[in-house]
């Protein structure tokens, strides 16, 4: 919802079509590294919702199991 809202200052990550889309769908964290912070997680221009980075890995904040 806040990924889809355009909320000032809130930084992108665009995933690949490959494991990490799937990955990031079935409720996986991902091994990226990127400056900690909230990001607006997307596929092809298209938000997927949300992840927090701690620096190393973007934790994602979909229910585990989402997509089988």
């Known amino acids: 919802a806040l990924a889809m809202a ?3 200052g ?3 990550t665009r995933l690949d ?3 990490h889309a799937e990955k990031y769908l079935r409720g996986e964290s ?3 590294k ?3 912070g909230w990001y607006a997680v997307t596929l092809g221009g298209f938000p997927l919702g ?3 980075s701690g620096g ?3 934790k994602n ?3 585990k199991g989402f997509i089988e």
């Open 56 to 58: 190393l890995r973007l």
């Open 61 to 63: 904040k979909l229910a």
């Open 6 to 8: 355009g909320i000032d």
């Open 30 to 32: 991902l091994d990226i």
């Open 10 to 12: 809130m930084k992108e």
């Open 50 to 52: 949300l992840g927090k």
């Open 17 to 19: 079509e490959g494991c």
């Open 34 to 36: 990127l400056t900690k």
